[in-house]
């Protein structure tokens, strides 16, 4: 047994001793036979679930691992009368809490058919084509994805999670004192210091994790909020900006868990006093809008262009903005749950009952940079969606409004 002098820091990792945890991961037993994470989404479409499967070997492609099951009814997705799930495999990544060969396995979900065939999981009562939560949103997502028109539009998406870490009381936000509230939002921006900066530890091993897993992360930054952080995911094109978020968020889970903290990605995790919420701001662009020699014209009819004749990049830029002012509401029912705490007119956002578009205005639904502006080519940024919002949802909503205009 370890010493009270060499023992480290007590942390949660599946074992009251971690380092005993250590001593079993680092047996040997071979390359041949490898562990599978199968993950997929729960019932709440926020929950992340996971079981692992061992293969007697590494699957060379997505279509050599199995179709597997689950009992829906302990996830809230199937009574129990008739309780398999099934999880199909969609995308590979590498497991960077077992190392080696071993794999996370990123699954979508599905209903069994009396006939044998299965049809993607979906429950009533949402938006559109995307159902309500703890259906399979990627399949929906899929179908956009996978129009002609957005094919060759090439959709790219920069996401941006923010998120909150709390202790493991889940009421108070790492650098708080417990029952009370630190200094007022100023000094905690992309800080450094003991003073102003908390929980650099969770974000660094996030990122080396996500890193290794081959997940697109870009960076990371700490935020306006004591105890929140943001990292970012992309550039990605298509379905894969949001397969990289939901395993990036996993990999947050679990490391959060490897250190006894708790991440909330509620939109407003402290819903009174002058503190910042989180978003998913979701940076946007196709290849039309990046393309520097585009002769697309495009003559405004609202905002801060109304009236002006636009050409290139920017004009179509400006034409898809003005087609998501149109379907604001579609929009907000998709951007997350309980938007309206933290989409109030204050701390960086515009009003949920509102739409507005403005460069290098943060207080805007939609912020165009200021080097897009200069340039006359590049991207935008969906300012709306919530730090919980479906990353496959809105996504495609963006496309197919944008895009198909439908």
Same mark, same amino acid.
Not at 67 to 78: E, H, L, P, R
């Given at each position: 047994?370890?010493?009270?002098?060499?023992?480290?820091?007590?942390?949660?990792?599946?074992?009251?001793?971690?380092?005993?945890?250590?001593?079993? !991961?680092?047996?040997?037993?071979?390359?041949?036979?490898?562990?599978?994470?199968?993950?997929?989404?729960?019932? #709440?479409?926020?929950? /992340?679930?996971?079981?692992?499967?061992?293969?007697?070997?590494?699957?060379?492609?997505?279509?050599?691992?199995?179709?597997?099951?689950?009992?829906?009814?302990?996830?809230?997705?199937?009574?129990?009368?008739?309780?398999?799930?099934?999880?199909?495999?969609?995308?590979?990544?590498?497991?960077?809490? $077992?190392?080696?060969?071993?794999?996370?396995?990123?699954?979508?979900?599905?209903?069994?058919?009396?006939?044998?065939?299965?049809?993607?999981?979906?429950?009533?009562?949402?938006?559109?084509?995307?159902?309500?939560?703890?259906?399979? #949103?990627?399949?929906?997502?899929?179908?956009?994805?996978?129009?002609?028109?957005? /094919?060759?539009?090439?959709?790219?998406?920069?996401?941006?999670?923010?998120?909150?870490?709390?202790?493991?009381?889940?009421?108070?936000?790492?650098?708080?004192?417990?029952?009370?509230?630190?200094?007022?939002?100023?000094?905690?921006?992309?800080?450094?210091?003991?003073?102003?900066?908390?929980? $650099?530890?969770?974000?660094?091993?996030?990122?080396?994790?996500?890193?290794?897993?081959?997940?697109?992360?870009?960076?990371?930054?700490?935020?306006?909020?004591?105890?929140?952080?943001?990292?970012?995911?992309?550039?990605?094109?298509?379905?894969?900006?949001?397969?990289?978020?939901?395993?990036?968020?996993?990999?947050? +889970?679990?490391?959060?868990?490897?250190?006894?903290?708790?991440?909330?990605? =509620?939109?407003?995790?402290?819903?009174?006093?002058?503190?910042?919420?989180?978003?998913?701001?979701?940076?946007?662009?196709?290849?039309?809008?990046?393309?520097?020699?585009?002769?697309?014209?495009?003559?405004?009819?609202?905002?801060?262009?109304?009236?002006?004749? /636009?050409?290139?990049?920017?004009?179509?830029?400006?034409?898809?903005?003005? $087609? /998501?002012?149109?379907? =604001?509401?579609?929009?907000?029912?998709?951007?997350?749950? =309980?938007?309206?705490?933290?989409?109030?007119?204050?701390?960086?956002?515009?009003?949920?009952?509102?739409?507005?578009?403005?460069?290098?205005?943060?207080?805007?639904?939609? $912020?165009?940079? !200021?080097?897009?502006?200069? +340039?006359?080519?590049?991207?935008?940024?969906?300012? !709306?969606?919530?730090?919980?919002?479906?990353?496959?949802?809105?996504?495609?909503?963006?496309?197919? #409004?944008?895009?198909?205009?439908?």
């Amino acid at each position: 047994f370890l010493s009270i002098e060499t023992q480290p820091p007590q942390m949660s990792s599946g074992s009251l001793l971690p380092a005993l945890n250590d001593e079993f !991961r680092k047996l040997s037993h071979g390359d041949a036979r490898v562990i599978a994470e199968y993950l997929w989404i729960g019932g #709440t479409g926020l929950d /992340l679930r996971s079981k692992a499967r061992v293969l007697d070997h590494l699957p060379e492609k997505i279509e050599d691992l199995p179709i597997w099951n689950y009992d829906g009814s302990s996830t809230a997705q199937a009574p129990g009368h008739d309780s398999e799930v099934l999880i199909k495999p969609q995308r590979i990544f590498k497991d960077p809490f $077992r190392e080696g060969n071993h794999i996370i396995v990123l699954c979508d979900t599905y209903k069994p058919n009396d006939d044998g065939s299965m049809s993607p999981l979906a429950f009533g009562d949402g938006v559109g084509e995307f159902s309500s939560a703890g259906s399979n #949103t990627r399949a929906a997502a899929a179908a956009i994805f996978s129009h002609p028109e957005v /094919l060759a539009a090439k959709p790219w998406f920069g996401l941006e999670q923010e998120y909150t870490l709390f202790e493991a009381d889940k009421v108070t936000p790492l650098g708080w004192p417990k029952g009370g509230f630190p200094g007022p939002q100023g000094p905690y921006y992309c800080s450094a210091g003991t003073e102003n900066s908390f929980g $650099r530890d969770i974000m660094e091993a996030h990122l080396q994790a996500c890193l290794f897993a081959g997940v697109k992360i870009a960076g990371t930054n700490a935020e306006v909020m004591p105890g929140q952080w943001e990292y970012q995911v992309g550039p990605c094109e298509g379905l894969e900006a949001g397969d990289h978020m939901i395993v990036s968020r996993y990999i947050m +889970q679990r490391v959060c868990e490897k250190y006894n903290v708790v991440v909330s990605f =509620h939109p407003k995790p402290i819903p009174h006093g002058d503190w910042n919420g989180a978003g998913c701001h979701t940076n946007y662009s196709t290849a039309e809008m990046r393309d520097a020699a585009s002769t697309f014209e495009y003559t405004a009819t609202a905002g801060e262009f109304a009236g002006k004749p /636009l050409k290139g990049g920017l004009a179509k830029i400006v034409q898809a903005i003005e $087609r /998501l002012g149109a379907k =604001h509401a579609e929009h907000i029912a998709v951007y997350g749950k =309980h938007n309206e705490l933290r989409l109030t007119g204050k701390h960086e956002t515009a009003s949920i009952a509102t739409f507005k578009y403005g460069v290098a205005n943060r207080g805007a639904s939609i $912020r165009i940079p !200021r080097e897009t502006f200069h +340039q006359g080519y590049g991207y935008f940024e969906d300012r !709306r969606p919530a730090s919980n919002m479906d990353p496959y949802a809105v996504t495609a909503k963006i496309a197919k #409004t944008t895009i198909l205009n439908e």
